[in-house]
């Protein structure tokens, strides 16, 4: 059972636009929200996170909206440049702390 | 400095042979993870180990055994491979509690087996 269900699969965005990536849970258990970037041939990184505590934070172009009620939250990219593409995946952890969970992940596509 | 490294990159081999993926991490971190990554990029966790011991075995072939012999490494040991282990595998590790969320990953290791 998929405990993160992530979507779009891919998403094309033109330059300057906005990617908006979507995740939905189940689990209440979970009290941290990371989404990693993963260029090809690397592994994924740390792009942002967010507690269940605040419903929006921003870290320079990249956004997360969080909505606790509905268990969902997205990530937004504004003025998305040709080099953000990559694939994206959303995460949750379980509050013991020991276990990620991530989504299937969305490959982003940039175009110039 | 490589805070999560792993060797060997690429390892192509045949099947039924027996192989390791080595992984060390220089963060102090107490938690270190095996991911499996498919084709279609999922990400799905294989094993977890705080400070050397076990904690999380998901549903996974007792062919593959991790091994932690310190709290900066966690080798993973593959018999008889099969066609359907070529995947890309990742290390990764984090400190639990304390405030430290973050989970970082190694480069991963390519495994193509013929």
């Known amino acids: 059972q998929q405990q993160v269900k992530q979507s779009p699969q891919s998403l094309i965005v033109q330059k300057g636009g906005i990617s908006i990536i979507n995740c939905a849970y189940e689990n209440t258990a979970f009290d941290y929200f990371p989404w990693y970037q993963q260029f090809p041939g690397k592994g994924p990184a740390l792009l942002i996170a967010i507690r269940p505590d605040v419903s929006e934070k921003k870290e320079g172009r990249f956004t997360i909206s969080f909505n606790k009620s509905a268990k969902q939250f997205s990530l937004h990219i504004m003025d998305s440049q040709p080099g953000d593409s990559a694939t994206y995946f959303c995460a949750a952890r379980t509050n013991t702390g020991n276990q990620f969970y991530f989504g299937t992940g969305t490959s982003l596509t940039v175009i110039p | 400095d490589t805070a999560v490294s792993q060797t060997p990159k690429y390892l192509v081999t045949q099947m039924g042979n027996d192989k390791s993926i080595k992984c060390e991490q220089n963060?102090?971190?107490?938690?270190m993870y095996w991911y499996k990554q498919d084709s279609k990029k999922f990400l799905k966790i294989m094993f977890s180990?705080?400070?050397?011991?076990?904690?999380i075995n998901e549903t996974v072939p007792n062919r593959f055994s991790p091994k932690s012999p310190d709290k900066a490494h966690l080798n993973l040991h593959i018999n008889s491979l099969e066609l359907g282990d070529s995947a890309v595998y990742f290390c990764a590790s984090s400190q639990i509690g304390g405030g430290y969320n973050e989970q970082f990953f190694g480069p991963g290791t390519r495994l193509t087996v013929l």
């Open positions: 963060l102090g971190h107490d938690t």
């Open positions: 180990y705080n400070n050397k011991e076990l904690i």
